[in-house]
């Protein structure tokens, strides 16, 4: 738990925290080390001084101990002031020096002659003090006797200063043997020491750089990818908390959203390309419809003119039915020259039913009822051309021309919920389910079309109905069977083409 | 995917490495610097003046004999005993540049104020004269081994010498019944008449405690052995106070062959020593019975190789701890008996394996 944590906060330092992280714990660590030794290099040092300084005070003490002696000698001698003066100043250094000496009982021998020498010399002093004392009173005998005495003392003194500055030479010998190995042991464990720091060191340093220099590697690595133009590529999703990171991560999503963008404009250019491909199909279904219109009427302004004057003519002679015969095959056919523009308005589809279905009548001498139920509210909505008299056409084609009873044809145009609905239905032979089947299909042949038909199919019909509607349920054809006739309903959906 | 994955483990492994590391280098220093400092304290300790421990009193000892194992046994039981009292024993004279005497030793303690000498005395008037001033100074002095009876010293100790007369005398008893026999029904006539005993005695011949130990000897070969009538006790003199003279004396004393004593009493490790070493050089082995004195080791080879016949021991350590007990006595009251007693006992071929065996400095028993 802990060290997750402690992870986690190592690994969101920035570079520079981690940079300065390596370094701080690798210089204070060898820092440590070298001040651990130089204390103890000055403490060996000091300890080398104490080794040699109590021989250097012992000679000092010797110094001062002849000193003594020779004054008082020199003062016996000569008995002249400076002596004296000479003598009382020695003598006040010497004991100033022997009152530095250890006068404890210890089981030392070195600690034991020390005292040993103190307290001979508090004696000899008292001797030497008594040996001048009785030659300023010129106590001939007395001074004589105590110089022996003193004498005597300074011999026992000299040579406990002169064995212990032996021995003690000799153990400072022994001790700086010890301690030279001792600088020894220091000089084999500060190198062991530093060399293994300064390795850990150099190893640390380049597992630092490298977590700092993987994601680097990992980014470029990815980035190389990316150039080659392989955008699948994901960096690990383990950011660290540094500059790096942060690179790393808005790489990422930087890849992530160049995929969704080209997603995207993959599929609008999909849409577009789909839009295009209908457009198209429409214009080549109304191209062929009019070009089957234009086969079939070789050159109808040549006829409508001609009709005209037919028309004309029966006006002049006061021949009303021919007239209007020959009015609405002239109107029949202006439709299609006029109405080259494929929307019109379902008032005009109808207008030229109408047309049509008068001509029919002239020609089978009244023989189709047509009925229309029309709501006059919708007939300002438009639809393609070209729509309901093929229907019509085909109704009398194929369903009542060979039939016994009067042919009836029923028109309707209502609106229901979403829809304007225009349903043609005749009370004809009828249409077996797979001729219905078939035409939806488009299965129904050119040859099967009768001659009499203007050109244009019920396959054209449903394929622009479906185009312009971009929906497959703009048609139906209803038929109970055989002798029952058949329904045709178109669904206009409302909110469109208004 | 592969790579992002190996990388994230990677990461992992260099982080703990990394830990690891850290980690190591810590210990790493942390054990080299507890590894020096104990190599380091090991001479500290060494360098360390050995014992800075503080004692009340201050003894001294003195004896001519500063180096031999014999003194320095009991100068060890004396310094244990004097430790448990919160004192301390110094052998004077032990390094100094200048060998003095053991008057002048004496003198220098005098001077450096102990609190109380242990003195191997013997009856010279220099010697009297000095443990006078010593008391006259303060000091008490007691006298161990041998003793300085007409001084003012406060107590001795030691062996009576009557005792250790005594044990000799036995010795010398065992050698002579061994040799003729205790039936003394058939005198054989291979062997001498007389067996000479030769006692070798300190130069110092004031000393009466020498003659009461010759006494000893006499009176113990003649209450023990039927034999006694064909033992002839003697003396010689070694001199002991001049540097090696001990030895050249018994050079002398054995040099000739037809003088040679039968059996040689030695009353000193030195004396002891030195006739092992002259009978080996002199290729004498087994022609004279020797009875020694002290168990150094060179002493218990040569009894376990028969050069030696038996050697008289003391209990050095006890020596100590009663001179101690002696001074320690007077010092706190004032008064302290005079003579302290120790025991003494026998090695001879029986029991010298025991010695042997134990190692040479604790066999004081």
Not at chain 1, 50 to 73: C, F, G, H, P, R
Not at chain 1, 250 to 273: C, G, P, W
Not at chain 1, 368 to 380: C, G, M, N, Q
Request: charged letters at 25%.
């Amino acid at each position: 738990m802990l060290k997750t944590i402690i992870k986690r906060k190592i690994l969101n330092l920035s570079i520079q925290a981690k940079l300065t992280m390596a370094f701080v714990i690798t210089t204070f660590l060898l820092l440590a080390v070298n001040l651990f030794m130089y204390v103890h290099i000055n403490d060996m040092i000091s300890q080398i001084d104490a080794v040699y300084q109590s021989n250097i005070s012992l000679n000092e003490l010797d110094q001062a101990l002849i000193k003594v002696q020779s004054s008082m000698t020199a003062y016996l001698n000569t008995k002249t002031s400076d002596a004296l003066e000479e003598y009382f100043r020695s003598e006040q250094n010497y004991s100033k020096l022997v009152e530095k000496l250890n006068e404890k009982t210890q089981n030392n021998q070195l600690k034991l002659m020390e005292k040993n020498i103190k307290n001979m010399s508090e004696n000899y002093l008292l001797t030497t003090n008594q040996t001048v004392e009785a030659k300023r009173g010129r106590n001939v005998e007395k001074y004589k006797l105590r110089y022996e005495k003193a004498s005597k003392q300074y011999g026992y003194i000299s040579t406990y200063i002169y064995s212990l500055n032996n021995e003690q030479f000799r153990k400072n010998a022994s001790n700086y043997e010890m301690l030279s190995m001792t600088l020894h042991y220091f000089e084999a464990t500060s190198t062991i020491i530093l060399i293994v720091v300064a390795l850990c060191n150099i190893i640390l340093v380049i597992i630092v750089t490298r977590s700092i220099t993987n994601p680097l590697r990992e980014l470029s690595i990815v980035a190389n990818q990316v150039a080659k133009g392989d955008l699948t590529v994901q960096l690990s999703g383990n950011y660290s908390k540094d500059e790096i990171g942060v690179l790393n991560k808005a790489f990422d999503t930087m890849l992530t959203n160049i995929q969704v963008y080209i997603s995207k404009i993959r599929h609008n250019l999909e849409v577009e390309r789909e839009m295009k491909e209908k457009e198209l199909l429409m214009e080549t279904h109304l191209k062929d419809a009019q070009l089957k219109y234009l086969q079939a009427q070789i050159n109808p302004h040549f006829l409508f003119n001609t009709l005209n004057a037919g028309a004309q003519l029966a006006m002049l002679e006061d021949a009303e039915r021919t007239y209007e015969y020959i009015q609405n095959v002239a109107l029949f056919f202006r439709y299609n020259i006029k109405k080259n523009n494929d929307i019109v308005t379902i008032r005009e589809e109808i207008e030229l039913v109408d047309n049509y279905i008068y001509i029919l009548n002239v020609r089978f001498s009244g023989e189709i009822a047509f009925e229309k139920r029309i709501d006059e509210t919708v007939l300002h909505y438009k639809i393609p051309s070209m729509i309901l008299q093929p229907i019509v056409e085909n109704c009398i084609n194929y369903g009542i021309r060979d039939i016994d009873w009067q042919g009836k044809i029923i028109l309707e145009v209502y609106q229901d919920f979403e829809h304007i609905c225009i349903s043609i239905s005749d009370n004809g032979i009828g249409m077996e389910q797979d001729v219905v089947d078939k035409i939806f299909t488009k299965k129904l042949q050119e040859a099967d079309l009768s001659a009499d038909s203007n050109g244009i199919g019920l396959d054209n019909v449903i394929g622009r109905l479906r185009l312009f509607y971009a929906s497959s349920d703009v048609f139906e054809i209803v038929s109970e069977g055989h002798n029952k006739g058949t329904k045709v309903i178109i669904y206009i959906p409302l909110e469109e083409r208004e | 995917m592969q790579s992002i994955k190996s990388e994230k483990t990677s990461n992992r492994v260099l982080f703990r490495v990394s830990i690891i590391l850290v980690a190591f280098m810590l210990c790493a220093t942390v054990l080299g610097l507890l590894f020096f400092r104990q190599a380091i304290s090991k001479n500290k300790k060494a360098i360390a003046i050995e014992g800075e421990e503080q004692y009340d009193k201050h003894f001294v000892l003195i004896t001519n004999n500063r180096g031999s194992a014999f003194w320095k046994e009991i100068y060890q039981g004396a310094l244990e005993k004097a430790q448990e009292n919160n004192a301390y024993v110094e052998i004077m004279g032990d390094n100094l540049s200048v060998k003095y005497n053991k008057n002048e030793l004496i003198k220098i303690a005098i001077e450096a104020k102990v609190d109380g000498i242990l003195l191997e005395a013997d009856e010279s008037v220099a010697t009297r004269t000095m443990i006078d001033e010593a008391e006259q100074a303060g000091i008490p002095v007691v006298t161990v081994l041998s003793d300085s009876k007409r001084s003012k010293r406060q107590s001795f100790v030691g062996i009576s010498s009557y005792d250790l007369g005594a044990k000799y005398g036995e010795q010398v008893a065992n050698v002579v019944d061994q040799y003729y026999g205790i039936n003394q029904e058939k005198v054989d006539h291979t062997k001498k008449s007389t067996q000479r005993a030769l006692v070798l005695m300190n130069s110092n011949a004031q000393e009466t405690g020498q003659n009461i130990l010759f006494t000893g000897i006499d009176e113990m070969v003649k209450k023990q052995s039927p034999n006694s009538d064909k033992v002839v006790l003697d003396t010689a003199l070694i001199k002991n106070d001049a540097a090696f003279a001990a030895e050249e004396s018994i050079r002398d004393i054995l040099h000739d062959r037809e003088s040679q004593p039968d059996i040689i009493i030695c009353l000193d490790e030195l004396s002891t020593t030195c006739v092992y070493q002259t009978l080996v050089d002199y290729n004498r082995v087994g022609e004279i019975t020797v009875i020694g004195y002290y168990n150094s080791d060179m002493i218990l080879h040569a009894i376990e190789q028969n050069v030696v016949h038996s050697t008289i021991i003391v209990n050095t350590k006890q020596i100590g701890e009663y001179s101690i007990e002696a001074l320690q006595e007077y010092v706190h009251t004032g008064y302290v008996s005079e003579y302290f007693s120790v025991d003494t006992s026998i090695i001879s071929q029986d029991n010298v394996k025991n010695y042997l065996k134990e190692g040479n400095v604790e066999n004081n028993n």
